[in-house]
Every structure is written in structure tokens, then in C-alpha cells.
């Protein structure tokens, strides 16, 4: 049995974060009632006319400087016209000979694969090439009932940009990478939100399979699975399909161009249709819209080009001297990484390293079960940066810390108030302790002679008595001292 190589395409249609319409003002707007951010241009009322989006351009060619993409210095527009149930004219208007960019990559971060497969990354480092992407426009929504289907066209028109990759993708889990991130860089970007579950974010997946002898120029018959949209039910998907292209080459079926959907209570994908070509949607010009001259408007998005995680991740290793897994934990989400940076930049005394401790392992352990992102937080970064600061001065214990941290965190109060409702307060003052530790020394003649005697261990009795004496406000670090110092000085 010859061994198979799986080969993956990925075309991604992510929602642009704009205020309007790709051809029209209507608002772009989650949640509205349904058919209220419609006009003649959305609804495809014959007659009306479209007038592009500066800022969809603007947020495309951007997206496109992060991936390494180049744009061409003419673009244009296309009608693909095709029977859509939920966009009436009947073409959706989108790019097809000259898109918005060309070529480039999306790195797959070694974090962004899937948990369980991050140990074993086949090949660290790689960059998934691109194809291109382009500027087109969402179709409205049609929900099924049970004899009728309703229509929403407040999504009509909204700005698609849609991001080709080339097949040079290998496995499910590079797959899941590759989405995870490509979310990571549009987000920081701020041209999408890109999740997912709201819809911002679709995908199909091209996959083929063919026996390992034959020539990669020789891709096997390329199946399409169509709008998924949770990144575990693509990595199951694939994995199904491979498996099932497999089987068919094996019994001698023969496998033809086709479009399936994945039905992810069965796990199992089904035929749709088998596949169009591209000449069936007979592309050709928009003639309602000249074609554009990008050159300004690269110049001017290059300076928009944000730090990009990797970038980030570097920077958090070097300058603040992160391990890999902390700075790549605090650099995958754009969010998060503010809040670092703002805690670290609050308080220069305070240790970055120990920061990112209290970040990822205190603060993402309480978020844990919150909906909302790292925004939502009730402790303020320079709020965290203070408590660290009195368990670095002393002023609390660790584990003291860790309490006082809890209920800033369930109550949004700066630490110092709950240090005092606490009794938390360690006794740091040189002089009182002495005192108490004295008065110790005085009263256990016995013990005292025995650690003369050689038996440096009683010495933690004394330390104990005296936190206990304080009744646990002492600062054990200082209480030793002092002991140590009493006895064998
Ligand atoms: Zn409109
Ligand atoms: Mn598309």
C-alpha cells in the first residue's frame, strides 16, 4: 500500500471591522433588528449605484503589510454572478484578475497549534504562502423555518476580505495553527475581530490526498469543504476527509471535483454539489466602478503597521526577560499584552519577569471562567503592579498576596485597604520585633543553650514563637535575621 500526502488550501472570508458598507453608508451593526441597515445599493434594487469603502481598502492593504504581501498599483473590481438566494442582484461584487495584494505568508506560531500537538511540530517556523486576498462584499441571511424562509439583508454588503492561501498546508494541525494565527495578526491589526463563533470569520478548506510517489505538481482531486466555523470541528473535519479520500483511492472509487459540508454531530461531511469552475460565474469588470490607484494608499498604511506578536514576543523575551512560554502566552492575545505592558511600565522597581508571573498564572486562573476578554478586568494594571510591590518590599507575604489578590480581583479594590482590613500588615519595624524576640530569648533559658550548644535547627523554634507572638504579622525574613544575629553573634 503506497503511504498518502494530504495537501490543504485554506480560503478565509474574514468581516472587516468598518463603521459602514463596503458599497453603501448602512452601518455595519451587529444585532439590529433585521432589515433596518438596508438601502437601494445593499438590497440590489436595480439602478442603484456602489461607491467604495476608503477604510475597507485601507484595512485590506494594511492586513496585507502585516502578511508581507505587495500590492499591485492598479486594482479593480468584478461581478460573480451566480444564483444567490440572499443578494437579489444576483453577482456579488468582488476582485478577480487585480486583488488588493499578492502573494505573502501567515507564520504559524508554534503556541497557536493545538495543545497536543505542540510537542511534536513537524515543521517549526513555517510560513504558510499566500495566493492573495481580496475585497468583496457578505451576501444578507436566509434562515430555513418550516415552510418559509425569512430574509435579513442588514449583513448585505458588509466588507469581506477574503485571504487565499496557496496548498502548503500538510495536517489538520497545521491548519489550526494557521487559523489561530492569522486570527492573532488581523486582530492586532485592527482590521477584524475575527471570532469565529459570531460568524467574522469563515472557512473553507480545499483538501486533496495522493499517493506519496507522485509529483507535487500533481495535487490529487481537490475537494471543498465549505463554511465551517469552529476551529476544533475544521481540525475534525479534515481529518475525516483525509481519511476518506484515502479509503476511496484505496478501493479504486473515483474521487471528482466537489463542494461537501460537515455535519459535526455525525462527523461525518457530505456532498453538496460537485464543484463549479471559476469560468461558471462568467467574472467580468464591475462596470460601475473604475479601477483604483493603490499607491497613496500603501504609503499611507505603512506607517499603521503595528508590532506583530512575534515582534512582541522577541521584545517581551529580551527586554523584560520573559521565558518563551510567558512571553508567547502574553503576546498571543493583543489585549492581554496591554495589560502587561501597562502594569510593567507602572512601576519600574517592580520585576517584569514576576509580573508576567502574577499575569498567566493569577490573573488568566481567575479569568478562566469569565466571558469577557482581559478588558473586562476588574483589577486595574497598575493596581497589580502596586500588591506585587508590597510583597517585593515585604510588606506581605506571597501567600498573603495571593488572597489580597482575589478580592481585588472579586471587588475591583486597590490592594492597600484590603492589606489593612486583613491585619495583613507584616511587621517590618527592626525595633518592635526585637523586642519580641528578646523577650523570647529571656524566657527560654533552655532552648537558648541549645542552640549555643551546636543545634543551629532549634534556631526555627525562635523564629516560630515569635510569628506567633506577632500573632503572624512578623516578616519572617527580618524575624530570622534578628534571631540568628541574638544567638551566635
Ligand atoms: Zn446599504
Ligand atoms: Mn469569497
Aim: with cysteine; charged share 25%.
Amino acid at each position: 500500500m503506497p503511504k498518502y500526502i494530504v495537501t490543504i488550501g485554506l480560503e478565509v472570508h474574514a468581516q472587516l471591522t468598518t463603521q459602514s458598507k463596503m458599497f453603501c453608508a448602512c452601518p455595519v451593526e451587529v444585532g439590529a433588528e433585521p432589515n433596518t441597515n438596508t438601502c437601494p445599493t445593499c438590497l440590489g434594487l436595480p439602478g442603484a449605484l456602489p461607491v467604495l469603502n476608503e477604510a475597507a481598502i485601507e484595512k485590506t492593504i494594511l492586513t496585507g503589510l502585516m502578511l508581507g504581501c505587495s500590492t499591485p498599483p492598479v486594482v479593480s473590481w468584478d461581478r460573480k454572478n451566480y444564483f444567490y438566494p440572499d443578494m437579489p442582484k444576483n453577482y456579488q461584487i468582488t476582485q478577480m484578475p487585480f486583488p488588493l495584494c499578492l502573494g505573502g505568508g501567515v507564520p504559524l506560531y508554534d503556541m497557536a497549534y493545538p495543545k497536543d500537538a505542540q510537542k511534536s511540530i513537524v515543521n517549526p517556523g513555517k510560513v504558510v504562502k499566500l495566493t492573495r486576498i481580496h475585497l468583496e462584499e457578505d451576501v444578507g441571511k436566509s434562515t430555513h423555518h418550516d415552510k418559509f424562509t425569512t430574509l435579513d439583508f442588514n449583513r448585505a454588503g458588509t466588507p469581506l476580505m477574503e485571504i487565499v492561501s496557496d496548498p502548503d498546508l500538510d495536517s489538520a494541525e497545521e491548519v489550526v495553527a494557521y487559523l489561530t494565527s492569522l486570527r492573532q495578526i488581523l486582530i492586532y491589526g485592527g482590521v477584524s475581530d475575527a471570532d469565529m463563533e459570531k460568524g467574522q470569520m469563515r472557512c473553507d478548506v480545499n483538501i486533496s490526498v495522493r499517493p506519496e510517489d507522485h509529483p507535487k505538481e500533481k495535487l490529487g482531486v481537490k475537494i471543498e469543504l465549505k463554511n465551517l466555523n469552529s476551529i476544533s470541528a475544521i481540525r475534525r473535519a479534515i481529518k475525516y476527509e483525509a481519511e476518506r479520500q484515502i479509503r476511496c483511492l484505496e478501493t479504486g472509487e473515483k474521487l471528482v471535483q466537489s463542494t461537501r459540508r460537515w455535519l459535526d454531530d455525525e462527523g461525518i461531511t457530505d456532498e453538496m454539489r460537485s464543484k463549479e469552475d471559476a469560468h461558471d460565474y462568467r467574472y467580468f469588470p464591475d462596470p460601475d466602478l473604475i479601477p483604483l490607484r493603490t499607491e497613496a494608499i500603501v504609503e499611507r498604511m505603512r506607517s499603521q503597521v503595528p508590532e506583530l506578536p512575534h515582534e512582541k514576543r522577541a521584545r517581551f523575551e529580551s527586554d523584560y526577560g520573559c521565558s518563551v512560554y510567558d512571553a508567547s502566552v502574553l503576546a498571543s492575545d493583543k489585549a492581554l499584552a496591554s495589560y502587561y505592558e501597562a502594569a510593567v511600565s507602572a512601576d519600574a522597581k517592580v520585576p517584569a519577569k514576576k509580573l508576567a508571573n502574577w499575569v498567566i498564572n493569577d490573573l488568566l486562573g481567575l479569568m478562566k471562567d469569565s466571558e469577557e476578554g482581559i478588558s473586562a478586568c476588574p483589577v486595574k494594571p497598575e493596581d497589580l503592579s502596586e500588591l506585587v510591590a508590597f510583597v517585593e518590599s515585604g510588606k506581605i507575604s506571597n501567600n498573603q498576596a495571593k488572597e489580597v489578590f482575589a478580592e481585588m480581583f472579586a471587588t475591583g479594590q486597590k490592594a492597600a485597604p484590603i492589606i489593612k482590613a486583613k491585619g495583613f500588615e507584616q511587621v517590618s519595624d527592626t525595633g518592635a520585633l526585637e523586642a519580641i524576640v528578646e523577650q523570647i530569648l529571656a524566657a527560654n533559658p533552655d532552648k537558648v543553650a541549645e542552640v549555643k550548644g551546636g543545634n543551629e535547627k532549634a534556631m526555627n523554634w525562635f523564629t516560630g514563637q515569635a510569628m506567633k507572638a506577632s500573632q503572624g504579622k512578623a516578616n519572617p525574613k527580618i524575624v530570622t535575621e534578628i534571631v540568628r544575629k541574638k544567638l551566635l553573634e
